[in-house]
């Protein structure tokens, strides 16, 4: 999905969003969602519930704040945001370092990234045969720590390069320049299958790593604590269409093309990519979306803990193990 800038970001500045960031939030009723990145099936729920009227029908004023450099959990550690998308990691980062955000729902129940290499490359059989190739990668401080860890749960070193090029990683697979690198199975992984270059791709839980929430969605602490009533609203509403896009992803497809015109130049892309995740990762046991567990948080975060890639607000390495359990919460969620 990180691909997806480079093709619509001028749509974007044009105001293919449906919403924009104003001055500020002028009231409770009025929320501002920072996106992570430019619409895809990421964001499915949040434009079904804008589409579907579940913000209207709450009283709401929602404005989506169109991707930009810096980060949603900045944005609302800031005040300038009041909720947004975010990532398990990422959130994991930011409350380290002492931002004043939590998780309030997942969209995403489990890792939709994988590791990612050409389909046609028989001397790439599993992660070990990663040891001493090309990562082409995006920087994050626990992507490289994750990798090693996979590679030697599989037998390797856990030994590679890495060359950090944002959305040129892709192509940089595909063309040969670099090895592997780390895809969405349902943006990437079906980009590829549409433009010729098929991928195949290494589950991290098939090699022993802990799961993870692909996305979640980050509140402010201290706007959730004085508007209590427009916060569950909100998350109920959001809620709402993410379980839509869910239950009827053509729906959500729909509703998704609808509220960003022009966006998507392949819209069969979007319709496959909306049912893939309601197929398989949007939905937890008990069918709903959003609900989020300890032990879930508790087997990435902590890996990231151990790794020693995790900064306090000094910016020294946390030395104590965080209490996971302050990081997220289930308490805005219908739970009906």
């Known amino acids: 999905m990180r691909r997806l800038a480079a093709l619509v970001a001028a749509v974007v500045a044009a105001g293919s969003l449906t919403a924009c960031a104003s001055s500020g939030a002028s009231d409770a009723n009025t929320i501002r969602f920072a996106l992570d990145w430019t619409p895809n099936t990421n964001h ?32 609302i550690d800031s005040g300038n945001a009041e909720f947004g998308i975010s990532f398990q990691s990422s959130a994991t980062y930011a409350r380290a370092a002492g931002a004043k955000v939590t998780s309030v729902m997942a969209p995403l129940q ?61 192509e940089a697979v595909y063309s040969g320049t670099a090895d592997f690198t780390v895809s969405y199975f349902a943006w990437e992984g079906l980009e590829a299958e549409h433009a010729g270059t098929p991928m195949k791709y290494f589950d991290y839980t098939d090699y022993g790593f802990p799961d993870s929430y692909a996305i979640v969605v980050d509140g402010g602490d201290d706007w959730m604590a004085e508007h209590p009533d ?3 609203k909100f998350v109920q509403a959001l809620q709402k269409g993410y379980q839509k896009a869910a239950d009827d992803p053509d729906a959500g497809a729909r509703d998704l093309i609808a509220a960003n015109p022009g966006a998507f130049t392949d819209e069969d892309l979007v319709y496959e990519s909306q049912k893939m995740l309601a197929d398989k990762y949007m939905l937890d046991e008990n069918g709903r979306v959003g ?31 965080p209490d996971w359990s302050t990081y997220f919460t289930n308490e805005y969620l219908d739970q009906g």
């Open 291 to 321: 609900t989020q567990t300890l032990e879930r948080w508790t087997g990435y975060s902590k890996f990231l803990f151990d790794a020693g890639v995790l900064a306090g607000p000094d910016g020294s390495p946390v030395t104590s193990e």
């Open 230 to 232: 427009e916060a569950r």
């Open 110 to 170: 489990h890792w939709a990234t994988g590791i990612g290499v050409r389909a046609d490359r028989p001397d790439i059989g599993s992660p070990r045969n990663l040891d001493g190739r090309t990562y082409a990668g995006f920087g994050d401080a626990g992507e490289s720590a994750s990798l090693e860890q996979v590679i030697r749960n599989d037998g390797g070193t856990g030994k590679f390069e890495t060359v950090v090029l944002g959305t040129s990683a892709y």
């Open 44 to 75: 499915t729920g949040l434009f079904v519930a804008e589409q579907e009227g579940y913000f209207a029908d709450a009283g709401l004023n929602v404005e989506i704040l169109p991707y930009n450099s810096t980060s949603p959990d900045t944005l």
